[in-house]
């Protein structure tokens, strides 16, 4: 069995819990978190340790924290040459402490405690400073999913914006769209076989080609009824750089 440890609590590192805690090759050897009862519901109580000195070495090291904190986290581990890993989407490989051996293990999803997920399909992206460490990565990222790959550091950064744009920003539309419904008494779910079908549509047509609405076919009669309409000033300037920025890039009809 490949032993792993992790260190952190928050939304990645539980969820790194459940998907190894399924894989059959992967075995978690010890837990790290300043509260020991955030995660009992997890793991076993004796598995978890609050003292970075009591972390002992393993085949692979997960640094799951907050990106301001990787440096300081990975300096103060109590060991050297073994191979760590931060699970950030915009940090470089090199805020590891070098006195180990470094790489990158990212999961691109988005994580909420609460909600559980297929890792089977979770994109796993891989950077390492040597082929070896590499492969010991693939091999434990294949064990929980079928998606992943090689990316580097800059490759990752680029990643990341694109999934706020996907993902972050899509969800605060949703948040708005929940808001103007809720202000008008109209059920939100009446949106939702709307927003499935726009996701939907990206498995067969890339997004410039799936473009619908009043936007892309510059209905400026629509568009400025819905200026008119929207009465909140944030989401008045939201709605017009939308449609600025889909009549300038996508194909009009």
Known sequence: MIQITIIGSGNVAQHLIKAFSASKIVEIKQVFSRKKGALLHLIDSEKIVTDFQALEPADLHIISVSDNAITEVSEQLPFNNQLVVHTSGTSSIELLDPKNRRGVFYPLQTFSKNKDLDYSVVPFCLEAENTADFKLLETIAKSVSTAVYSISSEQR??????????????????????????????????????????????????????????????????????????QDENKKNIYKILTQSIQHNGKKL
């Not at 899509?170 to 929940?178: E, I």
């Not at 419904?181 to 080609?209: G, M, R, S, W």
């Open 157 to 230: 950064k680029a990643l990341h914006v694109a999934a706020v744009f996907v993902s972050n920003f899509t969800n605060h539309l949703y948040q708005m769209g929940h808001e103007i419904c809720e202000e008008n008494q109209v059920p939100f779910a009446v949106l939702k076989p709307l927003i499935q079908e726009t996701a939907d549509k990206i498995n067969t047509l890339d997004p410039i080609d799936a473009q619908t609405g009043p936007a892309i076919r510059h209905d400026s009669n629509t568009t400025d009824a819905h200026m008119a309409f929207l």
